[in-house]
C-alpha cells in the first residue's frame, strides 16, 4: 500500500476546500425573500467580494419614483449589523431623519451627504435597536422637505429577523 506524503495530503485538501462552496453563502443569493425584505447583493470588483443587505425599497404608486430604500447589512470594519438610508433629493439636510420602532423612542440619524441617486443616511445597530427590530412590527422613518415638513414612511418588519439571520450566516 503506497503512503501519501503529508505535505501532499494539506496541499490535496486545500485544494478541495477551495472547491467546497460556503453553503449559508451558497444560499443567498441576490433577490431572495424574507418577509417583506430582499436581498440586493453588490460586488466590490477592488475587494473582490460580494457584501449583501436586506433591503426594502418604497416607491410611488404613481410614477415609481423611489421614497426611500432601507437596507441592512454588515460591513469588515465592525461585527454589527448597519443600517443604510437612501432619502429622495430635495430634503431639508439638517433636521437628518428620524427611524422609530413600533412605539419606542425615536432615533435620530445625520443625513451625510446627497448623490444623483438620492441622500444617505447611516449608523451601526446595537444591541438595543437590534432587539427592537427583532421584536417590532413596524419602522417608521421620518425625514423632512423642503419646507420643513416631515414625511413619515411605515416598514414592516416581516422577515426581519429571518433575512438578518441568513446574512449573518452568509457572512460567517
Known sequence: MRRVQPPKVL???SIIAIFIPNTSRAELADGDAFGNWRVNCEIDEQAARQGCFIVQNVVLREGG???LQFAIGFVEDTPDPIALLTLPLGISLPPGARIQIDER???RIAIERCEPNGCRAGMKLNDEILGSLRAGNQISVTFYD?????????LSLDGFEEGLGALSAGDS
Not at 423642503?146 to 411605515?154: L, T, Y
Open 11 to 13: 496541499v490535496l485538501i
Open 65 to 67: 419614483q423611489r421614497v
Open 105 to 107: 423612542e425615536a432615533t
Open 146 to 154: 423642503a419646507k420643513r415638513q416631515p414625511i413619515e414612511v411605515p
